[in-house]
T-cell receptor, first 115, second 114 residues
Framework: KAGVTQTPRYLIKTRGQQVTLSCSPI?????VSWYQQTPGQGLQFLFE???????NKGNFPGRFSGRQFSNSRSEMNVSTLELGDSALYLC??????????????FGPGTRLTVL | KQEVTQIPAALSVPEGENLVLNCSFT??????LQWFRQDPGKGLTSLLL???SQREQTSGRLNASLDKSSGRSTLYIAASQPGDSATYLC?????????????WGAGTKLIIKP
């Protein structure tokens, strides 16, 4: 079974631009979560999608958004990039149900650098 | 508000030693707790998942325990090897409809010296 894939693996953007990251979950998994990892803040939860619906959201500004398609693939978008958005963005997939079972499997991440 | 703490922040031991990494959390209302390792610049690899009704899980040289009432989990690594060098993170899956998410510790950076 293929693991979680994320594209692209590396991105360099400039302030003010926008970016779209993609995540394909493990086949059969219906839930995708997104996390931001920085040296200063560690891992922080962005949002979680299940069956094309955002089921939960972390404390990030509205510049961060996401969506999920019918095949469970997910994208996250960051608009008006700031220097502080430079981070490793990780997505994780789980079956999604039952909610009490939530072993998360992570992709390799997308390293975003904002100049 | 759930908070997760990992002690120590860093640990360096000679190869072959058995070691224990600690994780504590403030709210015992959790679904489960998961341990991960992360190699520099890489994603996260799931090591063990302990559901709230379980006391421990084992995988090879790794054993994780969970004491919900005291808000503690330990990851025991037997006969450590240089390949075990990585950052180890624990995360708790909180309950509550509006808080379906993982809350993370800051990690323990482990170095195994040959």
């Amino acid at each position: 079974k293929a693991g979680v894939t994320q594209t692209p693996r590396y991105l360099i953007k400039t302030r003010g631009q926008q970016v779209t990251l993609s995540c394909s979950p493990i086949s059969g998994h219906r839930s995708v979560s997104w996390y931001q990892q920085t040296p200063g803040q560690g891992l922080q939860f962005l949002f979680e999608y299940f069956s094309e619906t955002q089921r939960n959201k972390g404390n990030f500004p509205g510049r961060f958004s996401g969506r999920q398609f019918s095949n469970s693939r997910s994208e996250m978008n960051v608009s008006t990039l700031e220097l502080g958005d430079s981070a490793l963005y990780l997505c994780a997939s789980t079956p999604g149900q039952p909610i009490s079972y939530n072993e998360q499997f992570f992709g390799p991440g997308t390293r975003l650098t904002v100049l | 508000k759930q908070e997760v703490t990992q002690i120590p922040a860093a640990l360096s031991v000679p190869e072959g030693e058995n070691l224990v990494l600690n994780c504590s959390f403030t709210d015992s209302a959790i679904y489960n707790l998961q341990w991960f390792r992360q190699d520099p610049g890489k994603g996260l690899t799931s090591l063990l998942l302990i559901q709230s009704s379980q006391r421990e899980q084992t995988s090879g040289r790794l054993n994780a325990s969970l004491d919900k009432s005291s808000g503690r989990s330990t990851l025991y690594i037997a006969a450590s090897q240089p390949g075990d060098s990585a950052t180890y993170l624990c995360a708790v899956h909180t309950t509550g409809h509006s808080n379906y998410q993982l809350i993370w510790g800051a990690g323990t950076k482990l170095i195994i010296k040959p």
